[in-house]
């Protein structure tokens, strides 16, 4: 084992070329998660509650549409949003965009089920009682279901993000300097400590793993708190 | 059905009219030609075997369940007037259900408060007063910060009730609100149902608490396979040889055997 690998390159794993160049490193695969787990939490949230209020084609063009997303794989969208929406749209979207952009979808989709099946597992009765105190839906909808259904949630949606997580990796396909990117960098570059190299990334992405779980866990309970 | 001597005055105003309900799951009828007519202060219970209707017919006031054929009318207000704001009117309709269906994120007291505040656009101090005064009439003050799950069945029932009350309703309808209790807790929300009859509110009440409708309901309602097969007063419905269809009679017996 030799540690000097990791400590003679550990701001350019944490940061990559920052500040002469471009974020990268573990900095950029951070924001890369955040962006596409806040993305990804108000498509699920939104498509979500209208897998529950929609009716009929509407509901059925839903389907079709989050079941599309969820059968693409995160690399082959990554793909199609960086080099195909420039041909098909005019439209010219930079690394980390398509990269966001493919995740927060995928993620999207697969949160959109998770936030369904919370609102459809709770009591029909609770939408009764709250129709018959004259609450409209929507206000059924925030005031009673959301509550109630979110912190429970909470340990899939955390899931959902950790896998998110270590889907930011494929990044790399386009040559976004994220984490694993900057680290096949050094590793190419020094040739014979992968190990090394490679062990350490991993722990990483266990911190940035952990310590999202811990924030969400925490922000599951205060929210649980909260007067109305 | 004859009019008897204490059936209330014709000048007190009817508050819940429906008229010729029919409903239908797909082929099979739940609800056929029903008729029923309360007029405000009447204490109305409905009972029959499970599966009868009575519940849905229940939740066709307040526009729980929707109807192919007739007319509700509600405090004078038609429900399938394409004008009537439906959520609005529901507010004036006071409901307690067989499960409670307390909010249980919020406590005893944003229990009461919430639809108050939402709906009827109280000041969270006007509400909070109202809720005061019902949760101290169900006798449940102390417990006004506690969360639903930390009471018993019968505590809920009542704050349940008296979260319907804040609403200032027009009637209540009570959709078996004792079915689902221990036997030690019916009796605490009947008698709030009882003070409530006292005190001329008007009520709908689908249970199978048979001491109760002898001794607090003015009319007794029968209901049989979607049909309304009695409506008489209490009185009469439950007096030895008193005027019964034979199917209310067999279930009285049945009820009454054990």
Redesign the interface.
Known sequence: MNPSVITDNLIYFLVGPWPQGPLGGAALTVILTVLSAALSGVLGLVFGVLLSVLRGPWLAVLRLGLGLFRAIPVLMLIFWIYFLAPIAFGLDVPGVGSVVAALSLIGGAYLAHTVHAGIEALPRGQWAAASALGLSRRQTLWLVVAPQVLPRMAPSVVNQWIALTKDTSLAYVIGVAELSFVATQVSNRVMVYPAEIYLFVAVLYFILCAGFELAAGRLARRYRSLPA | MTAPADEPPADVPVVIDIQGVSKWYGAFQVLNDCALSVRRGEVLVICGPSGSGKSTLLKTV???EAFQQGAVTVDGVRLDDPKVDL?????????V?Q?F???????VM?NLT??QV???GRSQAEAQARGLIYLERVGLIDHRDKRPAQLSGGQQQRVAIA??LC?DPVVMLFDEPTSSLDPEMVAEVLDVMAGLAADGMTMICVTHEMGFARRVADRVVFMDEGRILDDAPAKAFFAEGGVRSPRADAFLNRLLRY
């Open positions: 307040n526009g729980l959520t609005r009117l529901r507010s004036r309709v006071g409901m259900f499960h269906e307390l909010f249980p994120h919020l406590t944003q919430l639809a939402k709906v009827l979260r319907a609403m």
